[in-house]
C-alpha cells in the first residue's frame, strides 16, 4: 500500500539513517549540558502531536499565521507570479499550503519536504486527491543536511521556498544565517523565500503557548524519549521526566527542556548515560525576532526583505525575501 503511494507521488526518500539518530542522542546526551536535536521529535506520533498543538486555545501562532495568509494571499500570489515551483520547507501537514495552492495560477509543481516520512506520505497522497491534476513530489529529508531535489522537475519555472510555522526560530541566529545560505542557493538568484516569523511578545503569552493546561505539548517533548526507547532500544522510565518550558529573555527565545525527576541511569546502545536530579535535556529553542531583527538577520543570507504581513496585535509575521549574491 505505501509503495503504491510512493510510486503514484513521485516520492523521494532520503531519509536519515538509524546510525545518524543514535550518533545524535549519544553525543548530545554526553555534552556537560544535555540536549538533543529538535527535529527528532517529530516521528509519526510526534508529527500527529504537534497537529494537535496547532489545535490549541493557548498555541496562538497556527490560527494567526493562517489568517495572515488568508487575508493578504491576493496580493501575496501576485507577488509570487506565474509558473511557479513551490518548495515547502518542514512541510508537516501542509495545512496553510492549501492557501496557496488554491490561489496560485499555473502551479509547476510542489515540492513538500519533511523529516517525518509517515506523515509526511499521508499528508501528500490527502493532497493529491484534493488537487489531482497537482504534480506532487513528496522528499522525505533532512533540510540541515545535504538532500537532492527530484530531477524530473521543470527547470523553466521559477523557484519558490515556502517555510511556514516559524520553524525558522528553531535554529540558533548563525545557524539560521546559514541555513538561509542554503535556501539561497536552492531558489537561485531572484527566486524567492516565502515563510512565517514568529515576533517578540509578552512574555506570558509565549509561556502559555508553550505549557497548555491539557499537556498536549509536554507529550509532544517527552515523546522523544518514547522513540529513543522503541528505535535505539534504549531504556528511558518516561515516568521519571518532565516537560519543562519558559521563555528566556537574554537570548530571546522560548527553551523547551525534560527534567529527570530522580538520580537515574539510562542504557542506550551499549552507551550509560547518568542524569541527576533536576538535570535537564534541552530539546528546542524557539527564537522570536522583531521584524528589524529578521531584516537584518536575513540580509547576512543575501535576501531582501520585500513585503511583511502581520494580524493587528503583531504577534506573528508573515515575509516575503528576494534572493540575491549568497
Ligand atoms: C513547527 S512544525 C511546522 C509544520 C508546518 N509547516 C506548519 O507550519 O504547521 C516543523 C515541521 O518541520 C519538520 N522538520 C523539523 N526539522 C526538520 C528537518 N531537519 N528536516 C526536515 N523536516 C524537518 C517537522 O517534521 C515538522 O513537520
Known amino acids: 500500500m505505501e509503495n503504491t503511494v510512493q510510486?503514484?507521488?513521485?516520492?523521494?526518500?532520503n531519509?536519515?539513517?538509524?546510525?545518524?539518530?543514535?550518533?545524535?542522542?549519544?553525543?548530545?546526551?554526553?555534552?556537560?549540558?544535555?540536549?538533543?536535536?529538535?527535529?527528532?521529535?517529530?516521528d509519526e506520533r510526534g508529527s500527529i502531536l504537534f497537529d494537535k498543538i496547532c489545535e490549541l486555545d493557548e498555541y496562538y501562532p497556527t490560527r494567526t499565521e493562517l489568517?495572515?495568509?488568508?487575508?493578504y494571499v491576493d496580493e501575496i500570489v501576485a507577488r509570487l507570479g506565474q509558473n511557479v515551483l513551490l518548495i515547502e520547507y518542514g512541510s508537516g501537514s501542509s495545512l496553510k499550503t492549501r492557501v496557496l495552492l488554491d490561489n496560485l495560477s499555473g502551479l509547476a509543481g510542489y515540492i513538500p519536504i519533511d523529516i517525518s516520512k509517515e506523515h509526511l506520505l499521508n499528508a501528500a497522497a490527502k493532497l493529491k486527491k484534493i488537487y489531482p491534476d497537482l504534480n506532487v513530489h513528496p522528499v522525505c529529508a533532512d533540510y540541515t543536511d545535504l538532500f537532492r531535489l527530484p530531477d524530473d522537475i521543470p527547470s523553466s519555472a521559477s523557484r519558490v521556498v515556502y517555510f511556514p510555522g516559524s520553524t525558522i526560530g528553531n535554529f540558533n541566529p548563525g545557524d539560521?544565517?546559514?541555513?538561509?545560505?542554503?535556501?539561497?542557493n536552492i531558489v537561485g538568484s531572484s527566486g524567492q523565500l516565502l515563510l512565517g516569523v514568529d515576533l517578540?511578545?509578552?512574555?506570558?503569552?509565549?509561556?502559555?503557548?508553550?505549557?497548555?493546561?491539557?499537556?498536549?505539548?509536554?507529550?509532544?517533548?517527552?515523546?522523544?524519549?518514547?522513540?529513543?526507547?522503541?528505535?535505539?532500544?534504549?531504556?528511558?522510565?518516561?515516568?521519571?521526566?518532565?516537560?519543562?518550558?519558559?521563555?528566556?529573555?537574554?537570548?530571546?527565545?522560548?527553551?523547551?527542556?525534560?527534567?529527570?525527576?530522580?538520580?537515574?541511569?539510562?542504557?542506550?546502545?551499549?552507551?550509560?548515560?547518568?542524569?541527576?536530579?533536576?538535570?535537564?535535556?534541552?530539546t528546542e529553542s524557539s527564537y522570536k525576532y522583531t521584524v528589524h531583527e529578521f531584516t537584518e538577520l536575513a540580509g547576512k543570507a543575501g535576501f531582501t526583505v520585500e513585503r511583511v504581513w502581520t494580524d493587528e496585535d503583531e504577534l506573528f509575521s508573515v515575509q516575503l525575501l528576494r534572493a540575491g549574491a549568497s
Open 200 to 282: 517578540k511578545k509578552d512574555p506570558n503569552v509565549l509561556h502559555r503557548a508553550y505549557n497548555d493546561r491539557s499537556g498536549i505539548t509536554a507529550s509532544f517533548n517527552c515523546n522523544i524519549l518514547t522513540r529513543i526507547n522503541r528505535d535505539l532500544g534504549a531504556n528511558f522510565n518516561t515516568e521519571q521526566f518532565k516537560h519543562y518550558a519558559f521563555f528566556n529573555p537574554s537570548h530571546g527565545r522560548v527553551e523547551m527542556h525534560i527534567i529527570s525527576l530522580a538520580d537515574q541511569t539510562v542504557q542506550i546502545n551499549g552507551s550509560t548515560i547518568k542524569f541527576a536530579t533536576g538535570e535537564s535535556i534541552h
Open 176 to 184: 539560521a544565517v546559514k541555513f538561509l545560505h542554503s535556501i539561497n
Open 15 to 42: 531519509e536519515p539513517e538509524r546510525d545518524a539518530f543514535l550518533n545524535d542522542v549519544t553525543l548530545g546526551l554526553q555534552k556537560q549540558a544535555k540536549e538533543l536535536p529538535c527535529k527528532y521529535l517529530y
Open 7 to 13: 510510486s503514484s507521488l513521485n516520492y523521494y526518500d
Open 67 to 71: 489568517n495572515i495568509m488568508q487575508t
